[in-house]
Nanobody, 127 residues
Framework: QVQLVESGGGLVQAGGSLRLSCAASGRTFSSFAMGWFRQGPGKEREFVAAISWSGGSTYYADSVKGRFTISRDNAKNTVYLQMNSLKPEDTAVYYC????????????????????WGQGTQVTVSS
């Protein structure tokens, strides 16, 4: 098992920035591929960004490419999502997710591909 706890959400004006953190505990963090997802009001949970177990590969949804950056610090058991140039449509609950990453695809984009989820952190972008 791995436990995930997100933090860093909040209220920000359009054009502003936030950095989300996801702290992991339990099994060896460095062996897990990680992802960020979000769920807006009345919407399904959608993929935002993914990072491989080593941090050497990343992938982004088109809607956030060039504005968001995913990174990880395996020494701190933490994955980050730096969000810049935020827009009102980025408003959502943001979740981090983990899956054993040394077998199978380096990067996962589907909700069903992840085994462990955090509780989410709210991000609200005002216009």
């Amino acid at each position: 098992q791995v436990q995930l706890v997100e933090s860093g959400g909040g209220l920000v004006q359009a054009g502003g920035s936030l950095r989300l953190s996801c702290a992991a505990s339990g099994r060896t963090f460095s062996s897990f591929a990680m992802g960020w997802f979000r769920q807006g009001p009345g919407k399904e949970r959608e993929f935002v960004a993914a990072i491989s177990w080593s941090g050497g590969s990343t992938y982004y949804a088109d809607s956030v490419k060039g504005r968001f950056t995913i990174s990880r610090d395996n020494a701190k058991n933490t994955v980050y999502l730096q969000m810049n140039s935020l827009k009102p449509e980025d408003t959502a609950v943001y979740y981090c997710a983990a899956v054993a990453g040394k077998i199978g695809p380096l990067l996962r984009v589907g909700v069903g591909e992840y085994d462990f989820w955090g509780q989410g952190t709210q991000v609200t972008v005002s216009s």
